[in-house]
Protein backbone atom coordinates (compact mmCIF):
# COMPACT_ATOMS: atom_id res chain seq x y z
CA UNK A 1 0.00 0.00 0.00
CA UNK A 2 1.24 3.24 -0.52
CA UNK A 3 -0.47 6.81 0.55
CA UNK A 4 -0.72 10.25 -0.62
CA UNK A 5 -1.99 13.25 0.90
CA UNK A 6 -4.12 15.68 -0.39
CA UNK A 7 -5.91 18.84 1.10
CA UNK A 8 -3.98 18.85 3.70
CA UNK A 9 -2.86 20.30 6.56
CA UNK A 10 -6.28 21.56 7.13
CA UNK A 11 -8.89 18.73 5.75
CA UNK A 12 -6.55 16.31 4.57
CA UNK A 13 -7.80 13.35 2.57
CA UNK A 14 -5.58 9.94 2.19
CA UNK A 15 -5.76 8.24 -0.70
CA UNK A 16 -4.64 4.51 0.10
CA UNK A 17 -3.15 3.00 -3.21
CA UNK A 18 -3.58 -0.81 -3.84
CA UNK A 19 -1.74 -3.35 -5.68
CA UNK A 20 -3.83 -5.74 -7.72
CA UNK A 21 -5.95 -7.98 -4.41
CA UNK A 22 -4.45 -6.11 -1.97
CA UNK A 23 -6.79 -5.50 1.60
CA UNK A 24 -6.75 -2.64 3.41
CA UNK A 25 -8.61 -2.45 6.55
CA UNK A 26 -10.27 0.89 7.18
CA UNK A 27 -12.12 2.34 10.14
CA UNK A 28 -16.32 2.62 9.85
CA UNK A 29 -17.61 5.49 8.30
CA UNK A 30 -14.18 6.80 6.88
CA UNK A 31 -14.25 6.01 2.74
CA UNK A 32 -15.23 8.73 1.49
CA UNK A 33 -14.81 7.21 -2.49
CA UNK A 34 -12.94 4.44 -3.71
CA UNK A 35 -12.13 3.30 -7.58
CA UNK A 36 -13.92 1.05 -9.45
CA UNK A 37 -14.09 -2.57 -8.58
CA UNK A 38 -13.34 -2.08 -5.16
CA UNK A 39 -14.97 -4.86 -3.01
CA UNK A 40 -16.05 -3.87 0.48
CA UNK A 41 -17.15 -6.14 3.38
CA UNK A 42 -17.67 -5.45 6.63
CA UNK A 43 -17.30 -7.53 9.87
CA UNK A 44 -16.92 -8.33 13.80
CA UNK A 45 -12.69 -9.34 13.26
CA UNK A 46 -11.53 -11.35 16.04
CA UNK A 47 -15.08 -12.14 17.09
CA UNK A 48 -17.46 -10.87 19.77
CA UNK A 49 -15.48 -9.75 22.01
CA UNK A 50 -12.73 -8.67 20.27
CA UNK A 51 -15.51 -6.29 18.51
CA UNK A 52 -16.71 -5.16 21.92
CA UNK A 53 -13.19 -4.38 23.33
CA UNK A 54 -12.36 -2.31 20.50
CA UNK A 55 -15.62 -0.76 20.17
CA UNK A 56 -16.12 -0.14 24.37
CA UNK A 57 -12.48 0.26 25.11
CA UNK A 58 -10.90 1.60 21.92
CA UNK A 59 -13.46 4.80 20.78
CA UNK A 60 -13.17 2.43 17.67
CA UNK A 61 -15.99 1.40 15.36
CA UNK A 62 -18.00 -2.30 16.39
CA UNK A 63 -17.19 -3.47 12.95
CA UNK A 64 -13.97 -3.36 11.12
CA UNK A 65 -14.47 -2.56 6.82
CA UNK A 66 -11.66 -4.50 4.45
CA UNK A 67 -11.56 -3.22 1.13
CA UNK A 68 -10.00 -5.46 -1.50
CA UNK A 69 -8.53 -4.08 -5.05
CA UNK A 70 -9.58 -5.59 -8.28
CA UNK A 71 -7.14 -7.47 -10.42
CA UNK A 72 -5.94 -4.04 -12.18
CA UNK A 73 -5.82 -2.52 -8.38
CA UNK A 74 -7.38 0.23 -6.77
CA UNK A 75 -7.46 3.61 -4.46
CA UNK A 76 -10.05 4.19 -1.85
CA UNK A 77 -10.06 7.54 -0.31
CA UNK A 78 -10.23 8.01 3.60
CA UNK A 79 -10.70 11.08 5.73
CA UNK A 80 -11.02 11.87 9.59
CA UNK A 81 -14.43 12.94 11.44
CA UNK A 82 -12.12 16.34 12.79
CA UNK A 83 -10.34 18.85 10.61
CA UNK A 84 -6.88 18.62 10.49
CA UNK A 85 -4.22 16.34 9.32
CA UNK A 86 -3.47 12.66 8.23
CA UNK A 87 0.32 11.00 8.19
CA UNK A 88 1.15 7.18 7.58
CA UNK A 89 3.17 6.14 10.52
CA UNK A 90 5.75 3.11 9.40
CA UNK A 91 5.48 -0.20 11.53
CA UNK A 92 8.18 -2.80 11.41
CA UNK A 93 8.14 -5.98 13.59
CA UNK A 94 11.25 -4.41 16.03
CA UNK A 95 8.86 -0.85 16.80
CA UNK A 96 5.10 -1.27 17.93
CA UNK A 97 3.11 2.06 18.17
CA UNK A 98 0.33 3.25 20.41
CA UNK A 99 -2.15 4.89 18.83
CA UNK A 100 -4.24 7.30 21.03
CA UNK A 101 -8.39 6.44 21.10
CA UNK A 102 -9.97 8.47 17.74
CA UNK A 103 -6.71 8.41 15.60
CA UNK A 104 -6.31 5.67 13.70
CA UNK A 105 -8.33 5.40 10.65
CA UNK A 106 -6.44 2.51 8.11
CA UNK A 107 -4.17 0.32 7.97
CA UNK A 108 -2.06 -1.48 5.43
CA UNK A 109 -2.19 -5.76 5.26
CA UNK A 110 1.08 -7.14 7.57
CA UNK A 111 -0.02 -4.51 10.05
CA UNK A 112 -2.17 -5.67 13.10
CA UNK A 113 -4.25 -3.51 15.19
CA UNK A 114 -5.65 -4.47 18.49
CA UNK A 115 -6.88 -2.83 21.96
CA UNK A 116 -4.17 -1.89 24.28
CA UNK A 117 -4.18 -0.48 28.08
CA UNK A 118 -2.12 2.64 27.39
CA UNK A 119 -2.40 4.31 31.22
CA UNK A 120 -5.13 5.43 33.70
CA UNK A 121 -5.41 8.41 33.42
CA UNK A 122 -9.10 7.59 32.01
CA UNK A 123 -9.85 6.77 35.72
CA UNK A 124 -9.44 10.16 36.59
CA UNK A 125 -11.24 11.36 33.82
CA UNK A 126 -8.68 12.10 31.88
CA UNK A 127 -7.68 11.34 28.27
CA UNK A 128 -5.73 8.15 28.04
CA UNK A 129 -6.65 4.77 29.14
CA UNK A 130 -6.79 2.42 26.02
CA UNK A 131 -6.13 2.92 22.67
CA UNK A 132 -4.59 0.42 19.66
CA UNK A 133 -1.77 -1.40 19.54
CA UNK A 134 -0.24 -1.41 15.95
CA UNK A 135 2.48 -3.96 15.25
CA UNK A 136 3.93 -6.42 12.42
CA UNK A 137 5.38 -4.35 8.80
CA UNK A 138 3.29 -2.15 7.11
CA UNK A 139 1.58 1.16 7.18
CA UNK A 140 -0.76 2.75 9.90
CA UNK A 141 -2.58 5.68 8.74
CA UNK A 142 -3.83 8.06 11.52
CA UNK A 143 -5.84 11.55 11.29
CA UNK A 144 -5.51 14.46 13.97
CA UNK A 145 -6.82 17.07 14.87
CA UNK A 146 -5.27 20.52 13.50
CA UNK A 147 -1.79 20.34 12.59
CA UNK A 148 0.40 17.41 13.58
CA UNK A 149 3.81 17.12 15.06
CA UNK A 150 7.16 14.97 14.89
CA UNK A 151 8.90 15.21 18.48
CA UNK A 152 11.99 12.98 17.96
CA UNK A 153 14.00 12.54 21.20
CA UNK A 154 17.48 11.58 21.31
CA UNK A 155 18.71 8.93 23.55
CA UNK A 156 17.83 10.66 27.50
CA UNK A 157 16.44 13.50 26.38
CA UNK A 158 12.51 13.99 27.59
CA UNK A 159 10.01 15.84 27.20
CA UNK A 160 6.24 16.49 28.71
CA UNK A 161 3.14 16.67 26.47
CA UNK A 162 -0.70 16.55 27.79
CA UNK A 163 -2.42 13.48 27.34
CA UNK A 164 -4.84 15.01 25.00
CA UNK A 165 -2.42 16.02 22.38
CA UNK A 166 -0.70 12.86 21.63
CA UNK A 167 -1.79 10.66 18.77
CA UNK A 168 0.87 8.00 18.74
CA UNK A 169 4.02 6.83 20.33
CA UNK A 170 7.09 4.25 19.78
CA UNK A 171 6.32 1.62 22.08
CA UNK A 172 9.91 0.77 22.69
CA UNK A 173 10.26 4.33 24.52
CA UNK A 174 10.25 4.92 28.38
CA UNK A 175 7.48 6.92 29.21
CA UNK A 176 4.84 7.38 32.27
CA UNK A 177 1.36 9.21 32.25
CA UNK A 178 1.10 11.19 35.69
CA UNK A 179 -1.11 14.55 37.15
CA UNK A 180 0.08 16.93 35.51
CA UNK A 181 1.13 18.84 39.00
CA UNK A 182 1.92 15.59 41.16
CA UNK A 183 0.65 14.70 44.12
CA UNK A 184 -1.90 17.64 43.87
CA UNK A 185 -5.11 16.98 42.11
CA UNK A 186 -6.89 20.26 43.27
CA UNK A 187 -3.83 22.09 41.63
CA UNK A 188 -3.71 20.11 38.36
CA UNK A 189 -7.33 21.12 38.20
CA UNK A 190 -6.54 24.54 38.74
CA UNK A 191 -4.03 24.53 36.16
CA UNK A 192 -6.70 23.54 33.65
CA UNK A 193 -4.67 20.46 32.73
CA UNK A 194 -5.35 17.02 34.02
CA UNK A 195 -2.76 14.29 32.90
CA UNK A 196 0.31 14.51 30.55
CA UNK A 197 2.91 12.01 29.75
CA UNK A 198 6.71 12.38 30.39
CA UNK A 199 8.41 10.57 27.36
CA UNK A 200 12.27 9.81 27.54
CA UNK A 201 13.69 9.00 24.36
CA UNK A 202 15.27 7.36 21.65
CA UNK A 203 12.13 7.14 20.09
CA UNK A 204 9.32 9.29 18.28
CA UNK A 205 6.35 11.10 19.37
CA UNK A 206 2.80 12.55 16.91
CA UNK A 207 1.31 15.19 18.95
CA UNK A 208 -1.72 16.68 17.50
CA UNK A 209 -2.36 20.66 17.51
CA UNK A 210 -5.50 20.88 18.60
CA UNK A 211 -7.28 18.39 21.97
CA UNK A 212 -10.69 16.79 20.55
CA UNK A 213 -11.15 16.11 24.49
CA UNK A 214 -11.14 19.87 24.79
CA UNK A 215 -13.27 21.03 21.54
CA UNK A 216 -16.09 18.17 22.74
CA UNK A 217 -16.31 19.62 26.42
CA UNK A 218 -16.74 23.36 24.49
CA UNK A 219 -19.21 22.46 22.20
CA UNK A 220 -21.21 20.86 24.90
CA UNK A 221 -21.10 24.35 27.02
CA UNK A 222 -22.44 26.34 24.55
CA UNK A 223 -24.94 24.28 22.67
CA UNK A 224 -29.02 24.57 23.56
CA UNK A 225 -29.60 22.95 27.11
CA UNK A 226 -25.51 23.19 28.02
CA UNK A 227 -24.22 25.25 30.97
CA UNK A 228 -25.60 28.50 30.70
CA UNK A 229 -22.23 29.89 32.11
CA UNK A 230 -20.22 28.61 29.46
CA UNK A 231 -22.50 29.91 26.52
CA UNK A 232 -22.79 31.39 23.91
CA UNK A 233 -24.04 34.65 25.86
CA UNK A 234 -22.20 33.64 29.69
Known amino acids: ?21 EPVRVEGGAMMATSSGVII ?8 IAGLKRSALSGESFFVTTYTAPAQGGWVDVAGVLPGDMVPIEITPDRPFFISRGNWIANSH ?7 WGGRASLFGGEGGFGLQATG ?14 VSLAPGEQITIDTGHVVAYDLGMQFRMRRAVEGRSIQSMKSGEGFVFDFAGPGHVLVQSRNPSAFAQWAASV ?3 GNPKGGLFG
Open 137 to 150: QGQVVVSVYGAIDG
Open 1 to 21: MQTQLRHNPSFTVARLILAPN
Open 41 to 48: SAKVEGGL
Open 110 to 116: GTEVTSK
Open 223 to 225: APG
